[in-house]
Structure formats: structure tokens, C-alpha cells
């Protein structure tokens, strides 16, 4: 009988690490990788697990998804044991994790040359230091802007705007119709973050926090026009959006209280569980003067790292040469929607199709919140500057977000500045 190995993605209980516990049919050897995230996802990669058991004599795929996956990862990690791969998001924790040295450069797997070119930009960018290599093979993709009742737009002939002024312009329109623009449902405060992210992309350099790390520029500096076309929202809101939060805004836009919805493709779902017939489109923010300068604020939802722990990197491969199939990559969209990272002809949602240039120029950059600590709690910064009336509200919060990112941040830029300095010393 040949060897088989056993590749475990995630385990509730223990990640394991081949032990004989965890030991699948005919004695195989086990791998462990542990799916980080939205629990949802959990549902579609059991389906992938079990194609690929059935295509797979040699390796046997075992994919769990704890709860408070990203805790209990961390405190495995301090106990020394990890899982073989993870399935993470493209966001702060990938930059911790990858700057602790745990994730192996994977970058002699072929799959990494058909992702495409923005998120790969967007991984390179997650590097608190910069590295030589590849260390995450991006998955899927989602997307935000202005989600938009198409039906209403027909109706009444509006046009999706394409620059500040057609957007601000429209608003206008449709105030004086008697439909309220936009909803925000500010209460919960990470909403706040949605229509913040999208304009940061087009205003702001992608690479802003690692600017203002090493020195370069503040965040008074580059996010003045961010903060003064985020109050200009309020103008076309409903009265005191503070009072009404995430699901309320959803409710309300499904029952067509509003015309545009500043959020993400991800409240979908939510929307049409409401009203599951309504005809919902999505726009790039047009943050700028000229369209040629908006940029689509798209993020890496999911994505696979290999541990430098792992002990069977060949057959890790298998399993992420599996993942990155067309045909499994087509499961997965079909069943959670999104983007997928790999370049190829796969299905864009029709809520999105008013973003598909975007997507295929790759004219997207990622959420500048994947760069915050959550120790800043920049949601709620970003809420009290909106709250506040004062003539000054700008200059404090912008101010404030300097001297908060100092203090949160501030082992990271003598990390960052120390680095740079070696490097125009060895020049």
C-alpha cells in the first residue's frame, strides 16, 4: 500500500500535528489548516472537502471552522501549535501573522502567477517590513461602493454618477423628488467605515499608512478630502442616522426608503432577505473630479497561507492547487457570491456588473481599515467627528487620528523607520 497523507484544514478541538488522534482511514498522515472568518463560508468548503476526498486517493481533506476561529488560533500559535495552512482574510491580522515569520514563501507554486495583479498588490502591501516571495495565494474578493435601487433609477431616469460632481449633483436631484438619497444607519459604528474606505481609495495613495510610518506625510495631510466628503453625505441622509443601525438601513433600503446605500457588496443578503425581488445594482464611489481617478475599494476576503510548521508542503500544495481549480473556485462563487482572485472568465454577480471595468483593469485597491489597529477603534473616531458641529471638528479629528496612530502604532514605525534607515545605509 503507498503512502497517503491526510491534509487537515482547521479542528475545533486541536489542530494537531500529525498525531496519531487525528489519523484518517488507512493510517494517513495528517496536515492542518484552519479556516478563519465568516462561518458561512464553512457551509461551501464542506462541499469542496468532500470532492476532494473523492478525487483524492493520497491525501485525505479534513476543513473545520471554530468558533472564535481567530482566538483560538492565536493561542495555539503561543503553544507552538499550528495548523499547516490557514484560509484568512487579507487584512491586519495576515500583516501580524506574517510579521511574526509564520507564513512560508510560497511563491514556487504556479497558481501564484494567474492571481490577479491587484490583490497580489494588496498582499505586498499587508507587509509591515517588505519581503522577497509570496506568502498567501488570494482567494475571493468583495467589493463596495454605492449599492443603488436600479428600479427607482429607471423609473425616474437618473444615471449612475461617474465623478463628485454628477454624484453630488444627483443627490440633489433626488432630494428635490421627494426620495431620500442615501442611508447610512451610523449607530452601529463600523458602518461608518463603509462609505469612509470607499472614498479613501480614490483620494488617498493605497500605501497611505506605510507612508505616514515612515515619516512621509500625516493623516492630516491626506485624509482632509476624505473627512470633508464624508460630512457632505450627511447633507442627503436620513435626519440623526446615529439612531438607526445596520439592519435598520438595510430594512430601509430594501423597502425603498432610499434611493443609494454607501455599503458593501456583503449586505446584500441582508437587503434581499427583506426583499428578495429587488433589483440592486452597485457603483464605484465616485470620489473624484475626473472618473479616470476613482478607484474601486475592493478587499481579499479569504486567502491561503502556508505554516513555515507545515511538515508536507508538497501535499499542502495539492490542496491549494485543488482550491484554486476553476471549476472549485465556481462552487464557491455560486454559492457565497464575490470576486474571484484568479484571473480567468468567472461569472461577476449582476449586482456588480456596474463595477466590472474596475474589475478587469484592476483599478481596485484595498480597504485602508485593513491597516488599523483595532485598538484605535477608527469607527468610532470617524462617528464623534461626524457628531461634532463645532467649527474645528475636522482639524480635531484629523489631529486626533495622528496622535492615536502614534500611540497605537508606535513599536511598528521604529520597526519601519529603523528598516528604512538601514536601507539608505547600504546604499
Known amino acids: 500500500m503507498k503512502d497517503m497523507k491526510d491534509i487537515k484544514i482547521g479542528d475545533p478541538v486541536r489542530f494537531g500535528r500529525n498525531t496519531g488522534e487525528y489519523r ?17 463560508y464553512y457551509v461551501t468548503f464542506e462541499k469542496i472537502e468532500k470532492r476532494f476526498n473523492e478525487t483524492h486517493d493520497d491525501i485525505h481533506l479534513t476543513i473545520s471552522s471554530p468558533n472564535e476561529a481567530m482566538t483560538i488560533l492565536k493561542t495555539r500559535f503561543i503553544r507552538e501549535d499550528y495548523p499547516d495552512i490557514i484560509a484568512i482574510g487579507g487584512d491586519i491580522n495576515y500583516s501580524n501573522f506574517l510579521d511574526a515569520d509564520l507564513f512560508d514563501d510560497i511563491s514556487d507554486l504556479d497558481e501564484v502567477q494567474t492571481v490577479k495583479q491587484a490583490y497580489l498588490d494588496m498582499d505586498k502591501e499587508l507587509e509591515f517590513i517588505p519581503k522577497d516571495g509570496t506568502y498567501a495565494l488570494p482567494y475571493v474578493a468583495n467589493a463596495a461602493g454605492i449599492l443603488y435601487n436600479k428600479d427607482l433609477f429607471e423609473e425616474n431616469g437618473w444615471k449612475v454618477p461617474t465623478t463628485w460632481q454628477e454624484f453630488t449633483t444627483l443627490c440633489d436631484e433626488i432630494k428635490q423628488s421627494g426620495t431620500l438619497p442615501l442611508y447610512l444607519g451610523f449607530k452601529d459604528t463600523w458602518t461608518c467605515l463603509a462609505p469612509w474606505n470607499a472614498l479613501a481609495v480614490g483620494l488617498t495613495d493605497s500605501d497611505t499608512c506605510n507612508q505616514v510610518n515612515m515619516g512621509n506625510t500625516t493623516f492630516a495631510r491626506t485624509y482632509e478630502p476624505v473627512a470633508e466628503k464624508m460630512r457632505a453625505l450627511l447633507d442627503y441622509a436620513e435626519k440623526n442616522p446615529y439612531a438607526y443601525g445596520y439592519n435598520d438601513a438595510c430594512t430601509a433600503f430594501a423597502r425603498g426608503e432610499s434611493a443609494m446605500y454607501p455599503i ?143 500611540r497605537y502604532n508606535r513599536d511598528l514605525i521604529r520597526e519601519v523607520q529603523d528598516y528604512q534607515k538601514e536601507q539608505e545605509d547600504a546604499k
Open 24 to 40: 484518517g482511514q488507512f493510517d494517513k498522515l495528517n496536515i492542518a489548516m484552519v479556516l478563519v472568518g465568516n462561518r458561512l
Open 264 to 406: 458593501g457588496s456583503y449586505a446584500i443578503p441582508q437587503i434581499k432577505s427583506v426583499n428578495p425581488d429587488m433589483n440592486i445594482g452597485s457603483f464605484t464611489f465616485p470620489a473624484n473630479d475626473e472618473e479616470s481617478d476613482n478607484v474601486l475599494n475592493s478587499g481579499i476576503d479569504l486567502q491561503f497561507s502556508v505554516m513555515k510548521a507545515c511538515k508536507n508542503k508538497e501535499a499542502a500544495y495539492e490542496v491549494l492547487k485543488y482550491l484554486y481549480d476553476d471549476e472549485t473556485i465556481q462552487i464557491y462563487l455560486d454559492d457565497q457570491g464575490g470576486i474571484a482572485c484568479k484571473d480567468g472568465d468567472f461569472a461577476i454577480p449582476d449586482t456588480l456588473e456596474d463595477m466590472q471595468e474596475y474589475i478587469k483593469d484592476n483599478r481596485m485597491s484595498d480597504y485602508q481599515d485593513h491597516h488599523y489597529p483595532s485598538e484605535m477603534s477608527v469607527d468610532a473616531m470617524i462617528q464623534t467627528y461626524l457628531l461634532d458641529t463645532g467649527d474645528n471638528a475636522k482639524e480635531k479629528f484629523l489631529k486626533k487620528f495622528d496622535s492615536d496612530w502614534k
